[in-house]
Every structure is written in structure tokens, then in C-alpha cells.
């Protein structure tokens, strides 16, 4: 089996859904106004993230060209890992194509507009509310996870012996 048939579908398919639900996010929704999906829990709030993930800050002018370049080195490394890849290892292929896909979404958005990326995914319960994200975090999310299992799975954490 080869690993491009797991990679390219997943991350093109992830970041044209990141890219669509972004538009049609920002062509229906007014900034900062809540649309209930399920109830209070989830719902949709179109804001739009300067920062680094889920709000970290970054402080300087230079924020979009220094996360724009981080994102890019990131990118980079992926690529170094996916060359490493055994294409037996399809938990790790799926991740480094999860994270690869929502990397790119918020690259694309960060260089499309200063406004910054656009979140919208907003999950909480009454006034506990977590950070508002997109569809691009999600695979970055659970890509990672995957990653994390993956290293543990096929040794490239060290085991101990017992």
C-alpha cells in the first residue's frame, strides 16, 4: 500500500473543508454573534484569531509574519516526517496528513488577511466556554493525538523493559 493514497486525500480533503466552512462562516455570521447548534453547547460565533493556537499570545506587530514563518518550518518538519514514513504505518501517515491539511488552512488564512484566522467553533456549557476553533484545529488536534500514539505503537518512544 502506498502512503500517498492515505495522505493527499486526507490533508486536500481537510483543508478544502477548513477553506469552505470558513467562507461560508464568514458570508452568514456576524462577528461575535452566537448561533446555537445544540443548544448553548455547541454552537457558531465567527471571530477571527491574531494569536497563536487556542489564543496563546504573541506580543509585537511582527505576530502574522513570525507565526506565518513558524507555521511554514512546521510544515517542513512534516514534510522531513512523512519522507520517514513507512507507508505500513498508516496511524502516522493519517496524522502527519491531519496536521499537515489544518496547517496549511490557517497558514492560508494568516496570509489572506491581517484580520487573522477564522474561528468559529464554539463548545461550553452555560458561561464556561472553550477557546473558539475551525475545522483546520480539529485535524491539527487529532492528527497530533495520532502522532502521539503512532510514536508509541512503532517504538519511537523509548519503551521500558520490565
Given at each position: 500500500m502506498r502512503k500517498a493514497r492515505w495522505f493527499w486525500p486526507l490533508?486536500?480533503?481537510l483543508l478544502v473543508?477548513?477553506?469552505?466552512?470558513?467562507?461560508?462562516?464568514e458570508s452568514h455570521l456576524a462577528v461575535g454573534e452566537p448561533h446555537p447548534l445544540m443548544g448553548n453547547v455547541v454552537r457558531f460565533t465567527l471571530?477571527?484569531?491574531t494569536n497563536a493556537a487556542m489564543g496563546i499570545q504573541l506580543g509585537g506587530n511582527e505576530r502574522r509574519l513570525v507565526l506565518s514563518l513558524?507555521?511554514?518550518a512546521a510544515l517542513g518538519v512534516l514534510a522531513y516526517l512523512y519522507r520517514r514514513t513507512h507507508a505500513s504505518e498508516r496511524l502516522r501517515v493519517i496524522g502527519?496528513?491531519?496536521v499537515s491539511g489544518g496547517a496549511l488552512g490557517n497558514l492560508l488564512d494568516r496570509l489572506r488577511s491581517s484580520a487573522g484566522v477564522v474561528d468559529f467553533i464554539d463548545v461550553g456549557v452555560r458561561n464556561v466556554r472553550?477557546?473558539?476553533f475551525n475545522v483546520a484545529d480539529m485535524g491539527i488536534t487529532i492528527g497530533a493525538l495520532l502522532l502521539l500514539l503512532a510514536l508509541g505503537r512503532w517504538g519511537g518512544v523509548a519503551q521500558q523493559g520490565g
Open positions: 490533508a486536500l480533503a473543508a477548513d477553506c469552505a466552512s470558513k467562507r461560508v462562516v471571530s477571527y484569531n513558524l507555521t511554514i502527519v496528513a491531519l472553550f477557546w473558539t
